[in-house]
């Protein structure tokens, strides 16, 4: 049980500095977007890189954590009824997922291009929509 708890304060510091990166990349695309040349600078490139890092790394911490979970005899079918469960087990795993493919799409687009386009300030907005919904905002705040 200790390797899992290592595991959980991992994952819990992570989240951390994931919203500081989130949050940075959210105020860089915005500015970016409502500025007036539109040019991505290397500090939003960088700042993408990170965000995509972490994301990867938090999602490969969760998944070994969920392996470890559903090794124990979890029980699909009591996941799916309890809805505290289900977002734990289900929602915020493949939401996450989904988010850090957005970001890695994001970041390599990023690297060919040199201005903001529309269809990349739509991804970035809804890979931090995905990140937002999926944020056990009471777990790690709680």
């Known amino acids: 049980m200790e390797f899992y708890n290592i595991l959980l304060h991992a994952h819990k510091g992570f989240a951390y500095l994931e919203l500081l990166l989130v ?6 695309l915005l500015v970016t977007m409502f500025g007036y ?4 600078s290397k500090a939003f ?3 993408t890189l ?3 890092i972490f994301f990867h790394v938090q999602f490969l911490i969760g998944i070994v954590m969920l392996i470890t979970n559903f090794t124990k005899g ?3 079918s009591m996941v799916m009824k309890n809805a505290d469960l289900r977002f734990q087990y289900v929602e ?3 939401s996450m997922l989904i988010a850090a493919v957005l970001m890695t799409i994001i970041n ?3 690297k060919t291009i040199e201005k903001l386009t529309i269809p ?3 991804l970035g907005l809804v890979a931090i929509a995905l990140f937002v919904f999926a944020f056990p905002w009471a777990r790690v705040f709680g």
């Open 37 to 40: 040349s539109g040019n991505i």
């Open 92 to 94: 915020h795993p493949f």
């Open 120 to 122: 990349m300030t739509s």
């Open 23 to 28: 949050a940075a990349f959210l105020i860089l």
């Open 108 to 110: 390599k687009k990023f």
């Open 50 to 52: 990170f965000t995509m």
């Open 45 to 47: 490139r960088k700042v």
């Open 74 to 76: 979890l029980d699909m």
